[in-house]
């Protein structure tokens, strides 16, 4: 189901943004969007099945402006899913995403947009400005890896850069012809799509302008903290599956094999303390069961592997040790 605005002829950047219960927030991301110096520009709101009034206040506004598409899901999908019903309307050559709860600067598409033609990149990335820090965060795409063919090595330490979707612009053409998609309902949906994304792209540039503001000044989630670790424990389990298979049958992924075992090595560590009880000198049956089922996920991938020197880097001797107990816990 869906709504839309009479959308333009070949838009240079499409937009998507997945919304769900932000009617308090939704008007200053929707502000942003549409004062954009851009005017090619195709803005795709998804409502992931909102039970306050942000649908309503996106289906007024798409009436107004015909830039606006408003789609709907089928059903709560979480921001993966909404992303994906976006993705299959995007009309754009490039598209980018926002988040609700955060804003833009007005000229961010038109300069990330004219800095992608300049070079004819399938990736232009930029800074994030973290209201909550008062701080630039810098892009994962750094100078070193733009405006060049990046060697194995180089594009393995891409790989391991941090770096967030929503500063970015993907050539759209790179997303269909490698069929990338979100993963539904779950934490950390967006590690594996940049993945996929990082490993087929040929070129890479940036800008140095903060243009994403990225809100995080908000209260911290509702649910308790064994809540949010089961969350996470859950979106980790399944994140290690996706790199997994994508490892197994990607030649692409293959030659850059060591940097993603070494971020398979750093899902698992994180998947293993959403298991562990910090309050607690014992270990419950349930948190022994969880261990025992993500290292028979991460073993089925590869075993051992701690000599990998991305990882040995980030890590103390005491961590592995204790992953290394993990993947020989019998029970």
Not at 187 to 195: G, M, Q
Not at 203 to 210: A, C, M, Q, S, V
Request: charged share 30%.
């Amino acid at each position: 189901m869906f709504e839309k605005g009479d959308m333009m002829d070949n838009p240079k950047v499409s937009v998507i943004v997945p919304v769900y219960n932000v009617a308090e927030k939704i008007k200053r991301c929707a502000d942003s969007l549409l004062t954009q110096t851009l005017s090619e520009i195709e803005i795709i709101f998804v409502d992931d099945n909102s039970t306050d009034t942000s649908f309503e206040y996106l289906t007024a506004l798409a009436k107004t402006d015909d830039r606006v598409v408003v789609l709907k899901t089928k059903k709560n999908s979480g921001a993966g899913g909404a992303r994906n019903v976006g993705l299959d309307h995007v009309r754009g050559e490039y598209v980018g995403f926002v988040d609700a709860d955060d804003f833009v600067k007005n000229d961010m598409f038109a300069d990330l947009y004219k800095k992608a033609k300049e070079g004819d990149y399938d990736i232009v990335d930029s800074p994030v400005f973290s209201l909550k820090d008062d701080a630039i965060l810098e892009p994962g795409i750094k100078d070193v890896f733009c405006d060049r063919q990046l060697t194995n090595e180089q594009k393995e330490l891409l790989l391991l850069s941090d770096g967030y979707i929503v500063s970015k612009i993907f050539r759209t053409a790179l997303l269909r012809q490698n069929r990338v998609y979100f993963r539904e309902n779950v934490k950390v949906e967006d590690a594996d799509f940049l993945l996929k994304l990082i490993l087929h792209g040929d070129k890479f540039g940036n800008i140095h302008d903060p243009k994403y503001i990225y809100d995080n000044r908000g209260e911290a989630e509702s649910w308790s903290v064994k809540d949010a670790n089961e969350k996470e424990y859950t979106s980790i389990l399944k994140l290690l599956k996706e790199y997994g298979h994508i490892l197994k049958t990607d030649p692409k992924a293959r030659e850059c094999r060591s940097a993603i075992e070494a971020a398979i090595l750093h899902f698992y560590h994180v998947g293993i303390e959403c298991c562990i009880d910090q309050n607690s000198d014992t270990m419950s049956e349930e948190s022994l069961y969880k261990l025992v089922e993500i290292k028979k996920v991460k073993n089925g991938i590869f075993k051992g592997g701690y000599d990998n020197p991305y990882f040995k880097s980030v890590v103390n001797d005491a961590v592995i040790e204790f992953m290394q107990w993990v993947d020989n816990i019998k029970v």
